[in-house]
């Protein structure tokens, strides 16, 4: 199956600071989404975004379907940014999440 | 929209025993997935239904390991003798028609302790 790569595996930012966030994948893929876990393990679906670019308030992503890569960017952080970050990305409804960027944001 | 449900949202058991978790999806979607999460290896697809039909069983476990969907509404995982190493935290999640580009919405999972 698909190996799904993610960097950093950890990050700490003060509060207010910009990050990008990094998931490479061993094969083409035509299905790629964006999660974070909240402190509390809830799952939440940031974007799907198997090409091109999008942006959510604070958060934007960009995917390189080509080069196989996909970035996360978070503007100005938040504590309540804090958690997990998963990228996850298949064929179709396989698919396979990261190891992770665990985000740490001090106040 | 109630989201994806599940239970037990804990779950205590002894070695051995019958473990089966509940899943309702978000009405109206059509594609369900069994993930389960654990610190040494991250989040893995178990197995998913599209339409109430397995479609990719390979990533359970073992044969002790048994997924279900009856109806569009309901799943259920079931583990049966249950091992120590089967503790992790279970999550069901359900989509609409992958290839439309709709989203996975994860439920809050079951936590899942094997003593």
């Known amino acids: 199956g698909i190996q799904v790569e993610q960097s950093p595996p950890d990050l700490i930012l003060q509060e207010g600071a910009n990050s990008t966030l990094r998931c490479n994948f061993s094969d083409s893929v035509n299905n790629l989404q964006w999660f974070h876990q909240n402190p509390w393990g809830q799952l939440i679906n940031l974007f799907y975004i198997p090409s091109g670019t999008k942006q959510n308030g604070r958060l934007s992503a960009t995917t390189v379907a080509t080069e196989r890569y996909s970035l996360l960017y978070i503007s100005s952080s938040q504590t309540t940014d804090s958690g997990v970050y998963f990228c996850a990305g298949g064929v179709g409804n396989d698919m396979r999440f990261g190891a992770g960027t665990r985000l740490t944001v001090k106040p | 929209d109630a989201g994806v449900i599940q239970s037990p949202r804990h779950e205590v058991t002894e070695m051995g025993q019958e473990v089966t978790l509940r899943c309702k999806p978000i009405s109206g979607h059509n594609s369900l997935f069994w993930y389960r999460q654990t610190m040494m290896r991250g989040l893995e697809l178990l197995i998913y239904f599209n339409n109430n039909v397995p479609i990719d069983d390979s990533g359970m476990p073992e044969d002790r390991f048994s997924a279900k969907m009856p109806n569009a509404s309901f799943s259920t995982l079931k583990i049966q003798p249950s091992e120590p190493r089967d503790s992790a935290v279970y999550f069901c999640?359900?989509?609409?028609?992958?290839?439309?580009?709709?989203?996975?919405?994860f439920g809050e999972g079951s936590w899942l302790t094997v003593v």
């Open positions: 999640a359900s989509s609409s028609d992958w290839s439309s580009g709709n989203t996975i919405y």
